[in-house]
Each structure stands twice: as structure tokens, then as C-alpha cells.
């Protein structure tokens, strides 16, 4: 069975530096996706962004990065110039590949402050 | 466009009540997900409806558990009778089906659920 592990129950930052959540997963597929979404207090759950196994190229979505680490099975999430509004709980997911959207697994999330 | 939807936004009920949950979909998306939080604890899935078909229930924790989505459009998730350990955050999430857009599962704001 897949699992997915976040190490870090929290964690904190200063405004405009920058901090990495951690995420490792466990998993015998070779295609798969995962995911880091973003949950703001009282707020919607939103993705981040996503990496697909297949890819070698870590994916970027403005300041915010992956560090994908297929042979290790780490995949980290790195926020640049963190701002006030990227405080929320911040959860890693995997997905497996398939022809139909399969289930998304969790990890137990980070909950990110934000200090100015 | 309206994103996902959950009602009510909060249930307090007592042990032995019945309690629904109802979750509109985006339009348009056929695949339509259940998962739970519990406190402090990962994201857990629990089905998976393509249109108005249980494509993958085996998160279902048991049969006090029963989820509907009847002409393909939102769905109801019963909890008859309430037991404590179903305290928690219940999520809808809805994605298009492969191939006909984005894969991408859009959350709610969530359903949290007390039982006294």
C-alpha cells in the first residue's frame, strides 16, 4: 500500500525568507503524481503544485518549488520570499497513475506560520 | 464559475443521531470524491463516484456509512447512527474524468462534524 509521510507537524518563517516542507513517500508504482496542496485557515484546500513521476525536471510554480527525489522518494516543497499569506496547513499527496483520477493519499500535513 | 460546495459547514450532533452531508460538485465533473480528517490525522479517503456509479468505496469505515449521488450531479453522505470516532472534517472533492480536462482534484471548504 502507498503511504506518505510529513515528519513536520509544524513549522515556522519569516516574512521573505525562505522555508521547505518535507514529504517522503512510500510506493512500489513507477508512474505516479504527487501533489502539494495548501489549506488556509477556515479556507479551501487549493493545490500548489504537481509533479509527475515521469518527469525529471522538478516542478516550479512562482515561489513556490519541488524537490523530487524519485530514489529516495522525497518529494519537498520549497516557498521563497515567504509572505504573510502562505501561513496554512500545507499537505502532500500522491496519486496513482491511471486512466480514471485514482484517490488521492495524504500525509498527516505542516502547519506553516508565517511571521512578519 | 462556483467551485465545491459543502453544507452544512458545521454539525454538532449527539451519539445515535442520523446526520447528511451534501456536496455539490463543479459542473461538469464526474468524478466526485469523499475523504475525512480526524483530528490531527492525514486526509482519508473514503469513495469514489464516476457519475452516478461507486467506482472505489473500500474507504468506507463501515456500513453506518451510506453515500449517494443520484443522477450523477451532487452527493449525500449519510452517517446513521453517529458513533464518536466520526468526529472530524469530511471533504468533497470533484475532478473532470481523463481526458476531457484538467485531472486536477478541486476540494470544499468542508463539513465538520462533531458528534457529542
Known amino acids: 500500500a502507498q503511504t506518505v509521510t510529513q515528519s513536520q507537524p509544524e513549522m515556522s518563517v519569516q516574512e521573505a525568507e525562505t522555508v521547505t516542507l518535507s514529504c517522503t513517500y512510500d510506493?512500489?508504482?513507477?508512474?505516479?503524481?504527487l501533489f502539494w496542496y495548501k489549506q488556509p485557515p477556515s479556507r479551501q484546500m487549493i493545490l500548489v503544485i504537481r509533479?509527475?513521476?515521469?518527469?525529471?525536471q522538478n516542478a516550479t510554480e512562482n515561489r513556490f518549488s519541488v524537490n523530487f527525489q524519485k530514489a529516495a522518494k522525497s518529494f519537498s516543497l520549497k516557498i521563497s520570499d515567504s509572505q504573510l499569506g502562505d501561513a496554512a496547513m500545507y499537505f502532500c499527496a500522491y496519486r496513482r497513475a491511471s486512466y480514471n483520477t485514482d484517490k488521492l493519499i495524504f500525509g498527516t500535513g505542516t502547519r506553516l506560520q508565517v511571521f512578519p | 464559475e462556483a467551485g465545491v460546495t459543502q453544507f452544512p459547514s458545521h454539525s454538532v450532533i449527539e451519539k445515535g443521531q442520523t446526520v447528511t452531508l451534501r456536496c455539490d460538485p463543479i459542473s461538469g465533473h464526474d468524478n466526485l470524491y469523499w475523504y475525512r480528517r480526524v483530528m490531527g490525522k492525514e486526509i482519508k479517503f473514503l469513495l469514489h463516484f464516476v457519475k452516478e456509479s461507486k467506482q472505489d468505496e473500500s474507504g468506507m469505515p463501515n456500513n453506518r456509512f451510506l453515500a449517494e449521488r443520484t443522477g450523477g450531479t451532487y452527493s449525500t453522505l449519510k452517517v446513521q447512527p453517529a458513533e464518536l470516532e466520526d468526529s472530524g472534517v469530511y471533504f468533497c472533492?470533484?475532478?473532470?474524468?481523463w481526458g476531457s480536462g484538467t485531472d486536477t482534484q478541486y476540494f470544499g471548504p468542508g463539513t465538520r462534524l462533531t458528534v457529542l
Open positions: 510506493t512500489s508504482e513507477s508512474d505516479y503524481y
Open positions: 472533492a470533484s475532478s473532470y474524468l
Open positions: 509533479q509527475e513521476a515521469y518527469k525529471q
